[in-house]
């Protein structure tokens, strides 16, 4: 695959102990595991299962820099729809009924903070050999005409959102949200429960990808962190029936034969990580009065 500056890539790679590999902008780096390489704006976090080996460690490429680090092991999706929430105020839900093209600027600003929250905490955690080097391959990006056009558009987006106010951080669900929507509800549709907030809400703004965002009042958000801290996290770990799931089209369920193996045991995992971070997250915005903006893309 190739890496160019400005690249980020997210994989899954088997145990290794971890590394950091310096590329130029012309090099070409196999990477194995990996099949993704994706721009700056959009982030894939691949997954793997071996039922020979755990999936155990992370690789981050980032503006010409391979870093690989041990991570939590994570399920195969061999997609890149990844879901996303962020808290917005009742002000700020009035302001984007009012002007729907807010929300496209607003989602790059809060995308855009996450991943320089990403690329930030990458550079902290390099061995510190090569934090120089990150730090610097970093600027020179930034000085790249890739990064002089993202800061402009960043500056724009901020400019147009400026009335909104302050705005809260994101909550990246990456590849799970369709996984947890049908374990919440039994179904791969909205079905109108309180556990469906993933799926449904009142549509605002332009498509993004997977249709346009979707909002949630401040009623809502309250319901379904209601929901949320009612759960019982073991049995809704039992509720994971990789053929089940495959069946009724759960997005992002493996079909290729032999995925049962071993599967079930990681996506039991991924819940029990995703959940209690998604709960939180909404319990957090639900106290402060908020309501949701949630996207697929």
Not at 31 to 59: A, G, N, Q, T, Y
Not at 145 to 155: D, I, K, Q, S
Not at 215 to 241: N, S, V
Request: hydrophobic share 40%; proline share 5%.
């Amino acid at each position: 695959m190739n890496c160019s500056s400005g690249t980020i890539a997210r994989g899954i790679l088997y145990p290794q102990a971890a590394t950091v590999q310096t590329l130029d902008s012309e090099s070409r780096c196999e990477l194995p595991e990996m099949s993704d390489v994706i721009s700056r704006e959009d982030v894939v976090r691949e997954r793997r299962h071996s039922s020979k080996s755990k999936v155990l460690c992370e690789v981050i490429v980032c503006d010409g820099i391979i870093v690989t680090r041990p991570k939590r092991p994570i399920a195969v999706r061999r997609m890149s729809m990844a879901g996303s929430v962020v808290g917005v105020t009742p002000a700020q839900i009035n302001e984007l009924r009012a002007k729907p093209s807010l929300v496209r600027h607003l989602i790059l600003v809060v995308r855009e903070h996450h991943w320089k929250s990403q690329i930030d905490d990458l550079i902290k955690r390099a061995p510190p050999d090569w934090r120089s080097s990150l730090e610097a391959n970093h600027a020179r990006f930034e000085q790249s005409p890739a990064g002089r056009e993202m800061a402009a558009r960043l500056a724009e987006a901020l400019a147009e959102i400026a009335g909104l106010g302050t705005i809260e951080y994101i909550l990246s669900l990456e590849t799970s949200w369709h996984v947890l929507h049908y374990l919440f509800t039994g179904h791969v549709s909205p079905d109108g429960s309180p556990g469906d907030l993933l799926l449904a809400g009142e549509d605002v703004g332009e498509d993004i990808v997977e249709g346009p965002a979707r909002l949630h009042d401040e009623a809502r958000t309250r319901e379904f962190g209601q929901f949320l801290g009612g759960l019982d996290l073991a049995r809704l770990q039992e509720r994971i029936d990789l053929k089940e799931m495959r069946r009724v089209g759960v997005y992002g369920i493996p079909f290729e034969p032999g995925a049962e193996a071993g599967y079930e045991d990681v996506l039991r995992e991924e819940v029990a990580f995703c959940v209690p971070r998604l709960r939180d997250y909404v319990r957090e915005m639900s106290d402060k009065g908020n309501g949701l903006l949630v996207w697929m893309a």
